[in-house]
């Protein structure tokens, strides 16, 4: 749309009304306007000058009151506080000290139209880099660039386009995590049930049976009272339904809600002529009643949605853990849902940052791209702020930490659209098809019934168009998997198996190719020998040889060198300058200015050695190595009869030598599909060659030398063992302490796609049997309103139930109930 010019237009005619072109509220006068555009007030005129300026108009075509009154809109005075550091410290979640990010709660955001501006606010603001709404949540995320704009400046120009953000910083620091449901969802149920009663009431004439032609007066008064309380549910109580049609119509799509509101209106219409014209009582209870049990539905529909969300945010077990630092210097591997503001923690190279801090010793180069995108590391000096979800790259650094961990933006992260997404299983796509093709097919059924039963009785047709609309639902279908799968979901969390979404959940009952790393995914590291063999009898390896082999090994997450430090731990670890880690090779650093290196044969001289282990150098010159002796973890040979008795063929890839490929050929069901000398190159390039022959893979790793092949599997997981490998590239994470209870937890979620496709039989048998009455005429629309909510309120609690059910036998329920 064109930026507007001033017209001159005549005036309105004398006692036209005027709507505000922006709210469509009505004008108290004609005296603001632009043109041929009239607004209420000088803040919707400000708002439209705003967009009309940024070629943002747009933004009024794409809904039918895009905008809100701007009535009541705050001063940008109001928002000086933003400006004071220690406020924009607590709502910041990320800045490299360029780019910042920042999310706001936007309670105004209510359409399409929003969404469009927010995501557009670059035009508006030059220092805005990107914004992205989260609709359901009403919020916005925004990056920006500090040097053009600020905190102040942003929420000052969101509250000029008719969105304050509602700040509040209880919710920064978790505590306002509980948020309540949309009030007016309360409020529209209570004036829906508010008419439903009392309509009922006025009904009672009709209900005790009086004849008409004697007390008409009676039937009249208490018909319009009736009309006078059902027209507040149709135009407030209904309203999201006819919005949601409309919006739905307008972009082509048939929704679930067009049919409802065709629906409601036809009931209303019906009921409205029968009472103004006399010719009967109309059926305005079941108007009511409709809305009141559809409301009463999708109350119970968000309820335990909000529940499901925020056990799964807030209180499942994320695997990962961090090495806080004690009072004596020691260190001690932590849970990070039990770290606190204050503690000080130590990062190793490649390991997650998981709380915003300070840091306060070492050389951090900092790699952001898991919430930015960008891989260029960030220099950060001592004494500086460092944010959750960075990955220090270089030698090990301590932070002491300001926030408490937020696994619930950790989960974010997680599943932003930069990383992997799984594709959607059958049952979702099921679940699409419905969506899109039931409404077109209820409509043709509903015309069909009314047009058969008008000729005969225009009652009957009236009722069986109505119900046919009201009783159908593919909502069980769309209901069941994010139901379902999502209390599974909750449910592994609980057992320390954290899965990133129900389609990786669908991913696992297509798996038929296993693939495992060795070291620190099926081998126990906490168990491991570590043996040091020199080179010559003469070789030295005292307490300063050992001093530097573990001052190294300690900088380093590798599960070879945690084992070496831990084997040395009565040395102490010195600190390590130009610290450089080549992953799946080995790690180099000077300490006390000697060049020390520790890594694989190939690594050390350049050539593959019959020894297996880990060789030491010290200034050129290889003293001895470790040698390593593997302790497989508890239930592996369960874990490999469970896929291949589901069909799935079973392979490892190690960076070792085949020294151990005799014991390991008495546990993996194929000795052919053992692989040693494998580089992080080899198994990605191993794990595209299964897919590409069209094998559905199942990648098992310690997310440190394999995240490409974890990323390059169809499922990848990641076996932690009291270390924070996380990597964004992987699908789930797997504490090392449940490896054996792996076929509990994958027969749980094949139980839930067992109990999704049970719930479709259960929606379809529903609405056969449903609409079967329905087109007979001899279904009441208010007995339909209670059914249609009833069958999703049904779907819910079978889903619920049955995995419930399942997981009590599998006694997965245990460490919930704890």
């Not at 004036?191 to 009672?204: P, Q």
């Not at 739905?248 to 209106?265: E, K, Q, S, T």
């Not at 063929?649 to 194929?670: V, Y």
């Not at 504490?735 to 076929?743: G, K, N, Q, T």
Request: with cysteine; charged share 20%; net charge neutral.
């Amino acid at each position: 749309m064109s930026k507007a010019t001033a017209l001159s237009i005549a005036k309105p005619a004398p006692g036209a009304v005027l709507q505000c072109y922006h709210c469509q509220d009505v004008c108290p006068n004609d005296h603001l306007h632009l043109g041929d555009k009239y607004f209420c007030c000088e803040g919707c005129q400000m708002v439209y000058e705003i967009l009309n300026a940024n070629d943002l108009c747009q933004f009024y075509t794409l809904d039918d009151k895009p905008g809100l009154s701007q009535k009541n809109r705050r001063d940008a005075r109001a928002y000086a506080w933003l400006d004071d550091p220690e406020v924009r410290r607590q709502l910041i979640s990320f800045s490299d000290g360029h780019t910042t990010r920042v999310t706001f709660l936007l309670p105004a955001m209510h359409c399409a139209s929003c969404i469009w501006l927010l995501e557009h606010l670059y035009r508006l603001d030059q220092g805005v880099v990107h914004s992205k709404v989260n609709f359901l949540k009403k919020e916005v995320t925004i990056h920006f660039e500090e040097e053009k704009t600020s905190l102040r400046q942003l929420a000052a120009m969101l509250a000029g386009i008719g969105y304050p953000p509602e700040i509040n910083l209880g919710d920064v620091s978790g505590q306002g995590q509980n948020k309540a449901l949309d009030r007016s969802l309360y409020y529209k149920i209570g004036v829906a049930g508010f008419a439903f009663g009392n309509i009922m009431l006025l009904s009672f004439p009709e209900y005790l049976g009086l004849e008409k032609e004697s007390e008409a007066w009676f039937f009249g008064i208490f018909g319009y009272l009736n009309l006078l309380l059902a027209v507040p549910v149709l135009l407030y109580s209904s309203r999201d339904y006819f919005i949601s049609a409309w919006n739905g119509l307008r972009n082509g799509h048939l929704n679930i809600d067009v049919p409802l509101a065709l629906g409601m209106v036809m009931l209303f219409g019906r009921s409205a002529w029968e009472i103004l014209s006399g010719a009967g009582a109309g059926y305005m209870d079941s108007f009511a009643g409709l809305i009141f049990f559809l409301l009463l539905g999708r109350w119970f529909q968000q309820k335990t949605y909000h529940r499901l969300s925020f056990e799964r945010d807030y209180k499942s077990y994320f695997p990962v853990a961090a090495s806080r630092k004690n009072s004596d210097g020691s260190e001690s591997a932590t849970p990070i849902n039990n770290l606190n503001p204050g503690d000080i923690i130590r990062v190793r190279n490649g390991e997650l940052i998981p709380a915003d801090g300070v840091l306060l010793k070492g050389n951090a180069r900092v790699d952001y791209s898991f919430v930015t995108g960008e891989a260029d590391p960030v220099a950060v000096r001592s004494g500086e702020q460092i944010f959750a979800g960075g990955k220090q790259s270089g030698e090990t650094i301590e932070i002491s930490l300001t926030r408490r961990v937020n696994t619930s933006y950790l989960t974010q992260l997680w599943n932003d659209e930069a990383f992997k997404t799984n594709a959607k299983g059958h049952a979702s796509l099921l679940a699409d098809r419905a969506g899109r093709y039931f409404t077109a097919l209820i409509l043709g059924v509903a015309t069909a019934a009314f047009l058969y039963w008008a000729p005969q009785n225009m009652a009957t047709a009236v009722n069986a168009f109505t119900a046919v609309l009201i009783i159908a639902c593919p909502c069980a279908v769309a209901l069941s998997i994010p139901f379902t799968m999502g209390n599974v979901l909750r449910i592994l969390g609980r057992n320390r198996f954290y899965v990133k979404n129900t389609n990786v959940l669908e991913a696992f009952s297509a798996v038929n190719a296993v693939v495992f790393d060795k070291t620190g995914t099926i081998t126990n590291v906490a168990q491991n020998a570590a043996r040091f063999v020199p080179v010559a009898d003469s070789a030295v390896f005292g307490k300063v040889e050992q001093t530097l082999v573990r001052s190294l090994a300690s900088q380093s997450a590798h599960p070879l060198s945690r084992q070496i430090a831990a084997a040395l731990e009565q040395v102490e670890a010195l600190p390590v300058e130009d610290f450089v880690e080549i992953p799946g090779q080995g790690i180099s650093g000077a300490i006390l200015e000697k060049t020390v290196r520790l890594g694989s044969a190939s690594y050390i001289f350049g050539e593959k050695r019959p020894e297996n282990g880990v060789f030491v150098e010290v200034d050129g010159a290889v003293i001895g190595h470790f040698d390593l002796k593997s302790r497989y973890r508890d239930g592996l040979s369960g874990v490999l009869r469970y896929f291949h008795k589901h069909q799935a063929t079973t392979s490892l890839l190690s960076g070792d030598n085949d020294r151990e490929a005799n014991a390991l050929k008495n546990i993996f069901p194929d000795p052919a599909s053992l692989r040693f000398n494998q580089s992080p190159h080899d198994k990605l390039q191993f794990v595209r060659e299964l897919r590409e022959k069209g094998q559905k893979t199942l990648m098992f790793g310690d997310g440190l030398n394999d995240a490409g092949a974890l990323q390059q599997s169809d499922v990848g997981i990641v076996v932690a063992e009291n270390t924070n490998n996380f990597t964004p590239a992987c699908d789930a994470i797997l504490h090392a302490d449940v490896f054996e209870r792996l076929p509990q937890f994958f027969d749980l979620a094949r139980w839930g796609m067992t109990t999704v496709n049970r719930a479709y039989l259960l929606a379809a048998c529903y609405n056969v049997v449903g609409l079967s009455f329905a087109v007979s005429g001899t279904l009441s629309p208010v007995v339909a309103a209670i059914l249609m909510p009833l069958s999703s309120v049904t779907i819910v609690l079978f889903g619920f139930g049955m995995s419930y059910w399942k997981a009590w036998k599998m006694g997965l329920l245990a460490d919930e109930q704890a």
